[in-house]
């Protein structure tokens, strides 16, 4: 059973990411006012990477320490995440929605959907680099190990 100090390193490297996603975004808010699309690009890559970040964390915490305690760590998180993403969806399907509607051009959905994409293949670089340290029990073997999860999918079945 993995101890406490495995709870504090995989609760800072949350921290540590939300924290660098934290004055990212300010620097965007400040520096890119006037370049509305750019602006709303760097956001939701920002938004995505943040939100990826954290939940491959939340992965390792639900698998050592439970439901309960992913539970309250997913509650707190939201709460962070509502007050902090304002307009930033970091879910494709709102901007093909936004299409379908009418209230977005296809263009910037797709460029939204690119920026969320980057995001999220960025963000795991930056998620291995951290589990490669090893400073928690819990992350021994996670970052360029085989896979062993649960749930698992050939690649070869094309």
Request: hydrophobic share 50%; with cysteine; proline share 3%.
């Amino acid at each position: 059973m993995p101890g406490s100090i495995d709870l504090i390193v995989s609760t800072a490297y949350i921290g540590v990411t939300i924290w660098i996603a934290y004055w990212l975004r300010l620097y965007t808010l400040f520096y890119l006012d006037s370049y509305p699309l750019t602006r709303t690009l760097v956001l939701e890559f920002i938004a995505t990477a943040e939100l990826c970040g954290a939940c491959f964390e939340l992965i390792i915490i639900a698998d050592n320490w439970g439901v309960w305690m992913y539970a309250l760590y997913l509650f707190l998180l939201t709460i962070w995440w509502s007050i902090n993403w304002d307009e930033a969806s970091e879910c494709p399907y709102t901007h093909m929605e936004d299409v379908v509607i009418h209230k977005k051009p296809l263009t910037v959905a797709f460029l939204l959907i690119c920026a969320e994409l980057a995001g999220g293949l960025i963000i795991f670089k930056y998620i291995q680099i951290l589990w490669a340290f090893q400073f928690a029990s819990t992350h021994k073997n996670r970052a360029y190990g085989d896979c062993t999860t649960d749930l698992q999918a050939r690649t070869n079945h094309l």
